[in-house]
């Protein structure tokens, strides 16, 4: 079975300081990964997705993620955090036929000025 | 505008009161799903359905009923809603279901159940 561990359920950044934020996976063929943000009082965004090729991926707001096959990882990362980047954000992984991610339990960050 | 709507944004109710959560989207997508975010738990799929009239038992079905009888709404019925059914519920919507598709997301309902 498809799995998902973020296991930082809070992180605490300062303005303009570099953000990672760690998802591991399991999953038995390649896996379909993707990163999710949540603004207060919104629906989920996806920011990046990583099917094949080039495992550092580029997303939308800054934001890009790096497949590792070896570590079972997808981190997030995002050189220079803005206050608007404070927010819930999940890892999701997915894979062939039908479509039933299995989503992380998100990970909250927090962005001091 | 391509979205995902849902009403009620915010309900209360008691157990046992029969409720329906809509949703609809205009972006004439096949595959429709709905989602329950607990804290802690992250989103786990409650139902999802790959087209008109075909639907299918996501991880956490019990206690929920879905239809699709138009391609543009998916909604989502609780015949008698209990106190554990209290959740964030999330519609999302994507063009033929396959895993590279990008979901779209409702904005959420928030339900409450005394």
């Known amino acids: 079975a498809q799995s998902v561990t973020q296991p930082d359920i809070h992180i605490t950044v300062s303005e303009g300081a570099s953000l990672e934020l760690r998802c591991n996976y399991s999953?038995?063929?390649?896996?379909?990964l993707f990163w999710y943000v949540q603004s207060p009082g919104q629906g989920l965004q996806l920011l990046l997705k990583?099917?094949?090729?080039?495992?550092l991926v580029q997303g939308i707001k800054g934001f890009e993620a790096e497949f590792k096959r070896s570590q079972s990882s997808f981190n997030l990362r995002k050189p220079s955090v803005h206050w608007s980047d404070a927010a819930e954000y999940f890892c999701?992984?997915?894979?062939?036929?039908?479509?039933?991610?299995?989503f992380g339990r998100g990970t909250s960050l927090i962005v001091h000025p | 505008e391509a979205q995902v709507t849902q009403n009620p944004r915010y309900l209360i109710t008691v157990t046992g009161k029969k409720l329906t959560v809509t949703c609809s989207q205009n972006m004439n997508h096949e595959y429709m799903s709905w989602y329950r975010q607990d804290p802690g738990l992250g989103l786990r799929q409650i139902y999802y359905?790959?087209?008109?009239?075909?639907?299918d038992k996501g991880d956490v079905p019990e206690g929920y009923k879905v239809s699709r009888k138009e391609k543009r709404n998916f909604p989502l019925i609780l015949e008698s809603p209990s106190p554990n059914q209290t959740s964030l519920y999330f519609c999302a919507s994507s063009l033929t279901g396959v895993s590279t598709d990008t979901q779209y997301f409702g904005p959420g309902t928030r339900l409450t159940v005394l």
């Open positions: 999953y038995g063929a390649t896996p379909y």
């Open positions: 359905s790959m087209n008109v009239e075909v639907t």
């Open positions: 999701a992984v997915g894979g062939g036929g039908s479509y039933i991610p299995t």
């Open positions: 990583y099917f094949s090729g080039d495992t």
